[in-house]
C-alpha cells in the first residue's frame, strides 16, 4: 500500500524527558489515520514531527517521499493545530485570503480555492462576518478551512472535534472520509475513544509509545474486546505492550 509517512527509531526528547521513544510506523495513503491515546501521551508532538516544526533527537522521519520538514512539502501539508490559528478580528474571507497568499496560491487561483473550502465545509454565508463573533462550531470549521485551503496531499488534525456537539463532529467526520476518498490522506488525533471506530486505521498511543497499529477490526479481534476502548485497555495492560 502506497505510504503518505513513515519513521523510524524516531526519538525526541524535551528538556531530558523522552517524549516519543524510538518510534517506528506507517501511514497508508488515501486512508483516514487515527492517532489515539490519553492527554499528554505524545499525540501533538509526533503531529509536529511529521509536520516538521519539531526538533528530533534521533530516528527517521519521511513524508510524501521527502525527509520532514523539507520546503517542498510545504503546500502539500495541511496543520490545524488544537488552537484556532485563524484571526479573530478578520472576517473570515479576508483569513482566507491571507493564508491563501503566505501558502503561495497564485492571485488568480486563490477565489476559488476559497470558494471552494468554504463550500466544503458548508461556510457559506459567513465569509464577511468577523471570525471572533463564529459560535465554537463555527470557528472549528473555519480553522480547518486554513488547513484544507492548498487542496494538501495530508491533512494533520490535531484534535480537531474535541467540545464539539454530536451533529457537527458526525458531520466533520462525514467530511473527513470524503476528502480521503478524493486522494487526500488525514491523520486525525484524540483522546475520545469512541472516534477511534470512525477511522480506517488506528494507532494507539500510550506514554511516547504505540501500544498497536491496525485497522479497527484488527484491533477488536486481536484483543477479543467488545469495544475499542476496551481494546486499548486490554493492550495497555499488556507487560509488552509497548511495542506493536
Same mark, same amino acid.
Given at each position: 500500500m502506497p505510504l503518505a509517512a513513515q519513521a523510524s527509531d524516531l526519538v525526541v526528547r524535551r528538556q531530558g524527558h523522552v517524549i516519543l521513544d524510538r518510534l517506528a510506523f506507517t501511514i497508508p495513503r488515501g486512508r483516514v489515520t487515527g %492517532?489515539?491515546?490519553?492527554?499528554?501521551?505524545?499525540?501533538? *508532538?509526533?503531529?509536529?514531527?511529521?509536520?516538521g516544526v519539531q526538533v528530533i533527537s534521533a530516528g527517521r522521519v519521511e513524508v510524501l517521499g521527502l525527509p520532514a520538514?523539507?520546503?517542498?512539502?510545504?503546500?502539500?501539508?495541511?496543520?490545524?493545530? #488544537?488552537?484556532?490559528?485563524?484571526y479573530s478580528? /478578520? *472576517?473570515?474571507?479576508?483569513? %482566507?485570503?491571507?493564508?491563501? *497568499?503566505? =501558502?503561495? $496560491?497564485?492571485?488568480?487561483?486563490?477565489?476559488?480555492?476559497? @470558494?471552494?473550502?468554504? &463550500? !466544503?465545509?458548508?461556510?457559506?454565508? $459567513?465569509?464577511?462576518?468577523?471570525?471572533?463573533?463564529?459560535?465554537?462550531? #463555527? /470557528? @472549528?470549521? &473555519?480553522d480547518l478551512a486554513v488547513a484544507l485551503l492548498a487542496q494538501p496531499d495530508l491533512l494533520v488534525l490535531d484534535e480537531p472535534t474535541v467540545g464539539l456537539d454530536p451533529v457537527l463532529r458526525r458531520d466533520l467526520w462525514a467530511t473527513f472520509h470524503r476528502l480521503a476518498a478524493g486522494g487526500a490522506t488525514l491523520l486525525v488525533s484524540s483522546h475520545v475513544m469512541d472516534e477511534a471506530a470512525r477511522c480506517d486505521h488506528l =494507532?494507539?498511543?500510550?506514554?511516547?509509545?504505540f501500544l498497536a497499529a491496525a485497522s479497527p477490526d484488527e484491533? /477488536?479481534?486481536? !484483543?477479543?474486546? @467488545?469495544?475499542?476502548?476496551?481494546?486499548? %485497555? &486490554? =493492550? @495497555?495492560?499488556?507487560? #509488552?505492550?509497548?511495542r506493536p
Amino acid at each position: 500500500m502506497p505510504l503518505a509517512a513513515q519513521a523510524s527509531d524516531l526519538v525526541v526528547r524535551r528538556q531530558g524527558h523522552v517524549i516519543l521513544d524510538r518510534l517506528a510506523f506507517t501511514i497508508p495513503r488515501g486512508r483516514v489515520t487515527g %492517532l489515539l491515546g490519553p492527554s499528554g501521551c505524545g499525540k501533538t *508532538t509526533l503531529m509536529r514531527t511529521l509536520v516538521g516544526v519539531q526538533v528530533i533527537s534521533a530516528g527517521r522521519v519521511e513524508v510524501l517521499g521527502l525527509p520532514a520538514g523539507d520546503p517542498r512539502l510545504r503546500p502539500r501539508i495541511g496543520y490545524a493545530t #488544537q488552537d484556532p490559528a485563524v484571526y479573530s478580528d /478578520l *472576517t473570515l474571507a479576508e483569513n %482566507l485570503r491571507y493564508f491563501g *497568499t503566505v =501558502l503561495g $496560491l497564485p492571485r488568480g487561483r486563490l477565489a476559488d480555492a476559497i @470558494a471552494r473550502t468554504v &463550500a !466544503t465545509l458548508d461556510l457559506g454565508g $459567513l465569509e464577511h462576518r468577523v471570525v471572533g463573533t463564529f459560535s465554537g462550531g #463555527q /470557528l @472549528a470549521r &473555519a480553522d480547518l478551512a486554513v488547513a484544507l485551503l492548498a487542496q494538501p496531499d495530508l491533512l494533520v488534525l490535531d484534535e480537531p472535534t474535541v467540545g464539539l456537539d454530536p451533529v457537527l463532529r458526525r458531520d466533520l467526520w462525514a467530511t473527513f472520509h470524503r476528502l480521503a476518498a478524493g486522494g487526500a490522506t488525514l491523520l486525525v488525533s484524540s483522546h475520545v475513544m469512541d472516534e477511534a471506530a470512525r477511522c480506517d486505521h488506528l =494507532l494507539f498511543m500510550r506514554e511516547g509509545r504505540f501500544l498497536a497499529a491496525a485497522s479497527p477490526d484488527e484491533m /477488536l479481534a486481536t !484483543t477479543g474486546a @467488545a469495544s475499542l476502548e476496551s481494546a486499548f %485497555l &486490554a =493492550l @495497555a495492560s499488556r507487560p #509488552q505492550a509497548a511495542r506493536p
